[in-house]
């Protein structure tokens, strides 16, 4: 058996989707499970030539042979699920815990209502503070409780833990970052949620003990979204002189963009009980390294800066994303 969980070591959009997406193509695993806060996080997939934010569906769905599902820490909003399973043609695999919470429409229009949430916050405006906030008050509905998500309601609990019985593979997907842990973070500047690895493992009903690894995803140039500290934010004249431009998937919003930070990677790996880390976008470190596959083809300025990441996190860095392509990832995980 193992079972794997990937987080996000800085503030979210580390790239995670895309490790996901390798690793199950290499260790085929018979589940990819999501936890998470909800839908305010989002990965881009290209259908055909238009792209999509997807919010709902675990990022790994492009591994065709797991079933997807979403734990029951997770809030679910009914209109995007559906749309999204529809969209990217996983009906017959995606299943929801029946007691996750639910995203109504009010919850939504509270979220964009609210001074405090959209304005001093920044929140993505998608409704996941108050549906959190109404199911600590123990007042909102849950999954099972929705008839239009009747076909998919399964207990996520149950079928992981099971899978591991026998021995399958199993990937817990993260979202969001440890920056905007609602417990570790940058308070009040998070989300709605903690976002560590102990929480996805929980979100999941996956006792800690049943943890194989922790791969935590940290991005070489950090980005922010929405307002708070970010200790290594650079100028915008500089990331623009450094060619980088993001913008938020689920908001649009353009994204803060930092520097490296080891003090807040040390203590990310700390809590999030890292085992090994990802680091994405060496490419923007050394254009030289754009699409490696190979460890001995990155640059010696590539190389030094992953070897001053492992010294910050104190564990391997195992997998490192060259270019946005699936294919551009060196993966050193059993070669060490
Ligand atoms: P909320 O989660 O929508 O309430 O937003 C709270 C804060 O978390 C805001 O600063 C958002 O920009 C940030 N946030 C929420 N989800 C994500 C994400 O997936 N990536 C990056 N930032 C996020
Ligand atoms: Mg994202």
Redesign the pocket.
Known sequence: MSCTIIVGGF???EGKGKIVAHIAHQDRPSIISRGG?GP???HTVCIGDKEYGVRMVPSGFVYPEAALMIGSGVLVDPRVFLREVDLLGVRDRTFVDGRCGVIEEEHIAR?RASEH?RDK??????G??PANSDRVLRTSRQAKDVPELADYITDVAEDVNCALDEDKVVLLEG???FG?SLYFGTYP????KDTSASQIAADNGVGPTRIDDVIVVFKAYPT?????PFATEMPVERSHELGIEEF????R?QRRIGTWDGKMARYSAMINGCTQAAITGIDRIDPACFGATDYDRLTVKAKDFIAQAEKDIGKPVTLISTGPEMSQIIDLRGKL
């Open positions: 503030f979210g959009d806060v305010n996080a989002g979220d949430l916050i920044g929140s993505t405006g998608t996941c503070g979202t969001q970052g905007i500047y998070v989300t709605s922010r979204v929405g307002e708070g938020g998937t689920v908001t919003r």
